[in-house]
């Protein structure tokens, strides 16, 4: 504890008397000052006991003792010492209502109490005051790091907590709430989240003081990694502001968890290269060399069902991917592979699990995105394309990483951000026709008819529409027309002659459909 009026009051040696503001003894005191100023607060910072012998004041004038004790608390001043016997025998009636009137306590300092005996007393206190913090942050750093070796994060949030009296919470880079201690915390650091996200735009480290969740505590959040990007955050809440003691062991809890999350980055690099590997080999077609080189590293996620996933983009859009994947993957406690290959990501994650949902959310807030309007901040996620293969095991999975690319080139087209493949399957091809290349075969195998037809000598296009329609039956497609069905034959001939080509093979129409489709799409 610093010093306060109180304990100077008490020190026998001092033998001073309080005469005012006998209720507000237990305020720190930060320095003692002597001046004997008429006006001393442009030289006060506030919290100090101010020793006076009123040299040069009239402390007799109640009106001006008003106006003096009036500026001192206004300054900040916490209390006054007034030496009798030197000026005056005993402190003026004035001083003494002005003083309290305006609650500032008031010590009679005997003559034989230099006030260098009471700058000496303050000056002691404090320093014993920081000793003692200072010991108390030495011995908190050593348990949390004891906590930090012998129990993980976990353990080093639970002796933080009963090191400043609160509560604390450790976040991942996605903002999440990883572990709290005590465990009653967990809600209030969860309502916390859209302040850690916050914090994560500010390049770390960063800090901030935010009041709690109905106001219920003051909570101090601090960022944790070395790069640009923080890879978690730190929440600290307590009834009031931290001593030094508490600061100490913030500071170290901060150190040792940035140490840790990086050591977490290297392994997790290390793991990246790795999984590089067993994913160039489950695509060469070698699953059981895959799980050789994998070892335990993966659990089961290279047999049971997964999907794989390829993502093209930036890096930041890729970035925010793989923290949303690898983060819902902790969380859950599912193992997950993450490639990065320049703007390209490759994961496989387990099917039906947290790490695919939390891809499939992450692309529904990217085409959410997108449907802002530009000069209200949407539009910025437009290169972001992923495609999700079906369900997959590892013999097959380079036909898995086949299925991705399609899909995320059908995304590419459709100006989408995320296709499955199942979609494909289930859905039309048609939609498909849309392409240019696609158009632009229709246009050059129909020219010749839709030519022919502008003149005015007949309806060859819709005669093969509704021919191909009914496929190849004559009188059916001629009632369909109106007319006589060697009117349709005639006309038929007519198509093969112009188009060169025989419509008894099977191919040839099909080109046709497709082509008639293609067009009638604009």
């Given amino acids: 504890m610093p010093p306060t009026l109180a304990s100077l009051v008490h020190h026998s040696a001092l033998k001073l008397t309080v005469r005012a503001g006998e209720d507000r003894l237990d305020v720190p005191v930060r320095w003692a000052h002597v001046s004997e100023l008429a006006d001393p607060v442009p030289y006060m910072e506030g919290g100090e006991l101010l020793l006076i012998t009123a040299l040069k004041l009239d402390a007799e004038d109640p009106e001006a003792m008003r106006k003096y004790v009036k500026r001192l608390v206004g300054a900040g001043v916490v209390g006054l010492g007034f030496a009798v016997g030197v000026n005056y025998d005993e402190i003026p009636k004035a001083l003494v209502d002005a003083a309290e009137h305006e609650g500032l306590p008031l010590l009679e300092v005997p003559r034989r109490t230099p006030f260098l005996a009471i700058s000496k007393a303050v000056s002691a206190a404090i320093a014993a005051d920081q000793y003692r913090a200072v010991t108390a942050g030495f011995a908190a750093q ?82 944790l990694g070395t790069g640009r990007r923080p890879r978690a955050a730190l929440a600290v809440g307590t009834a009031s502001a931290l001593g030094t003691a508490e600061r100490y062991a913030v500071h170290s809890a901060i150190a040792l968890l940035t140490l840790t999350t990086e050591r977490s980055r290297s392994l997790h690099a290390a793991e990246q290269r790795v999984g590089a590997a067993v994913l160039r080999m489950l695509l060469a077609g070698q699953p059981d060399h895959a799980r050789g080189v994998a070892g335990d590293l993966y659990g089961g996620l290279l047999d049971a069902p997964f999907r794989m996933i390829v993502a093209d983009a930036g890096g930041e859009l890729l970035a925010g991917l793989t923290e949303a994947v690898e983060s819902a993957a902790a969380r859950s406690g599912e193992a997950v592979l993450v490639v990065p290959e320049g703007e390209r990501l490759v994961v496989l994650a387990a099917d039906g699990g947290a790490a695919v949902a939390a891809c499939v959310e992450y692309a529904a807030e990217r085409e959410a995105a997108r449907a802002v309007p530009a000069e209200q901040g949407g539009g910025e996620d437009d290169e972001l394309v992923i495609g999700l293969s079906a369900p997959s095991g590892p013999i097959a999975a380079a036909a898995a990483y086949k299925q991705a690319e399609q899909a995320l080139s ?113």
């Avoid at 302040?195 to 009041?211: C, I, K, T, Y």
């Avoid at 459709?414 to 859905?427: F, I, T, Y």
């Avoid at 050059?444 to 007949?458: F, P, W």
């Avoid at 191909?468 to 005639?490: E, F, I, K, N, P």
């Fill in 410 to 522: 059908v995304a590419r087209r459709r100006g989408r951000v995320l296709v499955e493949h199942d979609q494909l399957a289930s859905g039309s091809v048609l939609p498909l026709l849309a392409d240019d290349a696609v158009k632009a075969f229709a246009d050059g195998l129909l020219r010749a008819l839709y030519e022919h037809d502008a003149t005015g000598r007949g309806d060859l296009v819709a005669s093969l529409r509704a021919w191909l329609s009914r496929h190849g039956q004559w009188d059916a497609a001629a009632a369909d027309l109106g007319v006589h069905r060697h009117t349709l034959r005639y006309r038929m001939r007519r198509v093969e002659e112009i188009l060169g080509r025989s419509l008894d093979d099977p191919d040839v129409r099909m080109e046709l459909w497709l082509a008639l489709k293609a067009t009638s799409a604009d």
């Fill in 142 to 223: 050593r348990e949390l790091t004891r906590q930090a070796l012998s129990a993980g994060p976990e353990g080093l949030l639970t002796a933080l907590a009963a090191q400043v009296d609160g509560w604390a919470a450790l976040y991942d880079a996605s903002g999440a709430v990883v572990a709290t201690a005590p465990e009653w915390a967990g809600r209030r650091a969860a309502r916390l989240t859209p302040d850690v996200e916050r914090l994560r735009e500010r390049p770390a480290p960063a800090s901030s003081v935010v009041g709690g969740p109905d106001n219920e505590d003051r909570v101090e959040l601090h960022s």
